[in-house]
């Protein structure tokens, strides 16, 4: 039996004004699952996460999660039914402390549709997770670093319990050091039994972390496989991903 469908996507469009960014993609997320949302720079990797959680205004499509229809929800809907969303550009709070920063994401422990308890994350488990974090519970998120501010938001959406985890662009603009936590801790969430759907351009990441990948150009999937298989194929990678 295949696990549990979280997040079910078809016929996704989406528009910035007048222009059209997302042409009728389809994607699903289940259970446990690291899928990779791939593609270069300007492929609509960014736009697909935004609209899933609900930032864009005009788009169309079916999107459920868990079941629910989300597709013309606002983003604090989907945020409350477990769906979490890292963006790329961190945006955490400057005045407020770490602690603080994580006090503002915490919602309530969640079960699973079989009655399971998802994970529950605490300051305390989260600092484990993130080090450098538990280093400085009392410094203001603008005295921080780019890689400790992107790691900073990632813990505050962990605090809202979340089912399943959009992460826009994790090694983008950080460190190699960086990266290489980013990694071990998205290995981390799936072992705990969060799902992540992320959006990469970095092939080596992705392949670190990822059980699935879409290959997206210009708004439109090119590509669906295994990460194995996107691995292998150097014709698609060619055609999609190289710079």
């Given at each position: 039996m295949s696990a549990e469908l979280l997040l079910d996507v078809k016929g996704l469009a989406a528009w910035y004004g007048a222009a059209q960014i997302l042409y009728d993609v389809d994607l699903q997320v289940r259970r446990g699952e690291v899928v990779a949302l791939m593609g270069?720079?300007?492929a609509g990797k960014s736009t697909t996460l935004?609209?899933?959680i609900g930032m864009l205004s005009k788009r169309r499509g079916a999107v459920s999660f868990l079941g629910q229809?989300?597709?013309k929800s606002e983003p604090h809907v989907?945020?409350?039914l477990?769906?979490?969303?890292?963006p790329e550009d961190r945006r955490v709070f400057t005045d407020l402390t770490v602690m603080e920063n994580l006090e503002v994401g915490r919602q309530p422990a969640r079960h699973w549709s079989d009655g399971v308890a998802a994970p529950v994350w605490t300051p305390e488990r989260l600092f484990k997770l993130f080090p450098n974090l538990g280093e400085m519970p009392d410094r203001p998120g603008g005295r921080m670093s780019g890689g400790e501010q992107q790691m900073l938001t990632?813990?505050?959406t962990l605090m809202g319990n979340p089912y399943l985890v959009l992460l826009d662009e994790p090694s983008e603009g950080v460190a190699p050091v960086i990266v290489e936590q980013m990694a071990q801790m998205i290995l981390e969430l799936k072992a705990q039994g969060v799902s992540i759907l992320l959006s990469e351009q970095?092939?080596?990441f992705a392949e670190l972390v990822s059980d699935r990948a879409y290959v997206l150009e210009k708004?439109?999937?090119r590509y669906e496989g295994s990460m194995t298989e996107l691995s292998a194929n150097e014709e698609v990678r060619r055609a999609y991903l190289s710079v």
């Open positions: 270069r720079n300007g935004k609209t899933l229809d989300i597709s989907a945020a409350r477990g769906l979490g969303f890292v990632v813990a505050r970095n092939m080596h708004g439109q999937i």
